[in-house]
Nanobody, 124 residues
Framework: QVQLVQSGGGLVQAGDSLRLSCAAS????????MGWFRQAPGKEREFVAA????????DYADSVKGRFTISRDNAKNPVYLQMNSLKPEDTAVYYC?????????????????WGQGTQVTVSS
């Protein structure tokens, strides 16, 4: 059983930056995708960003494109979500996720392992 443990998050002001981390108990994920999702109160979980575990292409929701960056440190295994120019509408619980496959995906159903979630609150 693979576990994803998230860290980071917190309360910031609009325009600030935060970095979320997601560490996996497994050392490598061959042919896996990784993603970040978020869920605001009263709303469905939505896609934020995705990349392949091995690197290469990335995909971002239009609402975060140009402000958020998904990455992984090749020397270690954490998955990061760097969030810049944060806005109040970015307030949500953020989840990292890993799933099997050789293509990027925005669907929650394509991810099998999920982190515990971390709260990000952006004040105006």
């Amino acid at each position: 059983q693979v576990q994803l443990v998230q860290s980071g998050g917190g309360l910031v002001q609009a325009g600030d930056s935060l970095r979320l981390s997601c560490a996996a108990s497994a050392r490598t994920f061959t042919n896996y995708r990784m993603g970040w999702f978020r869920q605001a109160p009263g709303k469905e979980r939505e896609f934020v960003a995705a990349s392949m575990w091995s690197g290469g292409s990335t995909d971002y929701a239009d609402s975060v494109k140009g402000r958020f960056t998904i990455s992984r440190d090749n020397a270690k295994n954490p998955v990061y979500l760097q969030m810049n120019s944060l806005k109040p509408e970015d307030t949500a619980v953020y989840y990292c996720a890993v799933g099997r496959g050789t293509a990027l995906s925005r669907r929650t159903a394509d991810y099998i392992y999920w982190g515990q979630g971390t709260q990000v609150t952006v004040s105006s």
